[in-house]
């Protein structure tokens, strides 16, 4: 399954608590070349090579990030052999919420478990970010969505409306069913949400007649919430003076 999305889907956006306005983060750049899947021989290497190709960005962009002595030994190996309970045996969405909770360390960790579970397009997508710039996914779209509607959202939520099996266990479950049933999401053909597939431009275009303002452009095949938070803004902006 990709794991981004420019498809007929739609998106999402983590960080957005009850009644709280969502604190969004950082966009990516260039969308970089899709890589094959190679089989790995061992952790240590896969790790080398990744610490590599993240050297590449860094002499590149200049990030602050990469002048961190403890970030390099995170991506040596040698910090994931010192610190196993801290970060790597942490799963990937717990992973994601140290990411953003600004735990930069917890980049290579992830990267490393998407390349073992043969997601490379993930990976180099959360590369590409540098831990700056947080994948916007269709579940964190369609919170964000809840709150930037939540006036239209007032008398939807009192239906009794049905929810895709694959939010069966999700606490959002009623809350993202309403977002689809306003059309400002799609389902996929089994009807499922596929909530953790990273938004894609199609997915911004469906909203964007609702929520962005007329000047709105994006052409990467990722977002992430800063720069999606800011698309909300210039549209609530641009509301506010008609």
């Known amino acids: 399954m990709k794991s981004y999305s420019s498809n007929q889907y739609g998106a999402g956006i983590t960080q957005l608590a009850e009644c709280q306005l969502p604190k969004l983060n950082v966009a990516g750049s260039t969308p970089v070349t899709r890589s094959i899947l190679v089989p790995w021989q061992a952790s240590a290497a896969k790790i080398l090579l990744l610490s590599i190709i993240l050297l590449i960005y860094s002499s ?121 049933y306003m059309g400002w999401m799609n389902a996929s053909e089994d009807g499922s949400f596929h909530p953790d597939i990273f938004v894609g431009i199609s997915d911004l275009n469906i909203i964007a007649p609702y929520f962005f303002a007329s000047s709105y452009h994006w052409e990467k095949d990722w977002i992430g919430m800063r720069s999606l938070d800011s698309l909300f803004a210039a549209g609530a902006h641009e509301g506010d003076g008609r």
């Open 60 to 180: 590149s962009y200049a990030s602050p990030i990469y002048t961190d002595p403890d970030f390099w030994l995170m991506a040596s190996g040698y910090g994931l052999m010192n610190t196993s309970t801290a970060v790597s045996s942490l799963d990937e969405r717990s992973l994601i919420l140290q990411l953003n909770n600004g735990n930069r360390k917890a980049l290579i960790p992830l990267i490393d478990l998407l390349v073992v579970s043969g997601r490379m397009e993930c990976a180099e997508i959360w590369m590409e970010g540098r831990a700056f710039s947080i994948p916007v996914s269709r579940r964190d779209l369609g919170i964000a969505l809840s709150w930037y509607g939540r006036y239209d959202l007032h008398d939807v939520m009192t239906l009794d409306l049905p929810t895709p099996t694959d939010l069966d266990d999700d606490d959002y479950a009623s809350t993202l069913a309403a977002i689809l």
